[in-house]
């Protein structure tokens, strides 16, 4: 059961965060460039919708999804040894 719910916890934030990951990397590829967030968000947004907000989302998903599940198994598991 713990391993499903690392594995549902991570996939939600995972989805809440992606977006501003996205903007990040841009900002971070942007080789010197003085763009803002909502700059770069408005880019993606007007080229490319909401889909350029998820883009390249699966990788990240089955490699986030595995770990966290792993790793909430793990801690609830530890935590009854130790308490």
């Not at 391993?3 to 900002?27: C, E, F, H, S």
């Not at 609830?76 to 308490?83: A, C, D, G, P, Y």
């Amino acid at each position: 059961m713990y391993i499903i719910l690392g594995g549902l916890a991570t996939l939600t934030a995972w989805m809440v965060a992606y977006p501003m990951d996205i903007i990040k990397t841009k900002i971070q590829v942007g080789h010197g460039s003085r763009s803002t967030i909502q700059e770069h968000a408005l880019n993606i947004w007007r080229t490319q919708g909401l889909a350029g907000f998820y883009r390249g989302i699966s990788p990240t998903l089955l490699r986030a999804i595995v770990t966290g599940a792993f790793n909430f198994m793990t801690y609830e598991t530890v935590k009854t040894f130790v308490l």
